[in-house]
């Protein structure tokens, strides 16, 4: 079955790191753009970070620069997100989603997109609360 599966979302309080895994079955990762993308209660979904197939090309929403990092590894055929200083408004369904072609950075409407998107996770929970 093709798909991607997310997992180590949770609660966690401000200030506190989690580690989103994203693992990609009936399909290899290694020629596909990756992101993560949220969506908290009442908001559209956006995108936060994405990178290329190669890692050349990597993006990060302004508000989670320099606290969140995306990362994979194609030999596991997995993604991750290290999130640290956590803060509440991080609360969010998040995504994790491949497609073909890359990833891009909007500077007009300063998002993150992939330029196709194939396969998206089902979502997992994070709540940052204290």
């Known amino acids: 079955q093709v798909q991607l599966v997310e997992s180590g979302g949770g609660l966690v309080q401000p200030g506190g790191s989690l580690r989103l895994s994203c693992v990609a079955s009936g399909f290899s990762l290694d020629y596909y753009g990756i992101g993560w993308f949220r969506q908290a209660p009442g908001k559209e979904r956006e995108g936060i970070s994405c990178?290329?197939?190669?890692?050349?090309?990597?993006y990060y929403e302004d508000s989670v620069k320099g606290r969140f990092t995306v990362s994979r590894d194609n030999a596991k055929n997995m993604m991750y997100l290290q999130m640290s200083s956590l803060k509440p408004e991080d609360t969010a369904v998040y995504y994790c989603?491949?497609?073909?072609?890359?990833?891009?950075?909007?500077?007009?409407?300063?998002?993150?997109?992939?330029?196709?998107?194939?396969?998206w996770g089902q979502g997992t929970q994070v709540t940052v609360a204290s």
């Open positions: 989603a491949a497609g073909r072609g890359g990833c891009y950075y909007n500077d007009l409407e300063r998002t993150i997109s992939l330029f196709q998107t194939d396969y």
């Open positions: 990178t290329s197939s190669t890692e050349r090309v990597t």
